[in-house]
């Protein structure tokens, strides 16, 4: 992400009054490249289009509907979003942070929270995606971990060896085929199927 008062910031506010007040404590902050978006209409197309680093996103007084395009927002942009509302329900609050809203502000919307609240917003996003990397690095070496395991089974079964020699006929074809001990593992998986 770029140097924090280089940041594009989009506000997302149908209210000229609520936009002016997350503009005003914007650039007080520091922040220049402040952009606002006004209607729903085509929201994420032209948001794509900017391509900002963060969004805030001010409902006054949202309906479900607006809510729920707000949260289809929050999932596909992929960066860090924070939400200011006047009232809201635990079933809402809940559905925010399920979509990936970083921070959802209730009755908060003062300009001098503005600095505070982005840089909150910013800081969660980056630990959410940071441990939603872990995860996903976490869940392929676990399927990787598997096809190894059932290749070295479908080995030892084959050639009547023992799990340690099964492993050691892996890594040292693929070594020798300069690949992946998992994409010989998947091979042999794949050829079993076939063979069956």
Known sequence: ?????TLRIVIVDESD???????EGLK????ETVL???GRNNLLERIYAIDPDVILIDLEDPSRDTIEQMFQVSRE???PVAMFVDQTDSKTIEDAIEAGVAS??????RKERVKPILETTISRFRAFARLKAELEEAKTQLEERKAIDRAKMLLMKMKGI????AYHLLRRTAMNEKKRIVDIAQSIITA???LR
């Open 192 to 194: 079993a199927e076939l």
């Open 17 to 23: 009054v609520r936009a002016a007040i997350l503009e």
């Open 104 to 109: 959802y502000v209730v009755d908060g919307l």
């Open 1 to 5: 992400m770029a140097n924090d008062l």
């Open 36 to 38: 606002r978006i006004t």
């Open 28 to 31: 007080e902050a520091g922040f």
């Open 162 to 165: 023992d799990e340690e020699a």
């Open 77 to 79: 942009v992929k960066r």
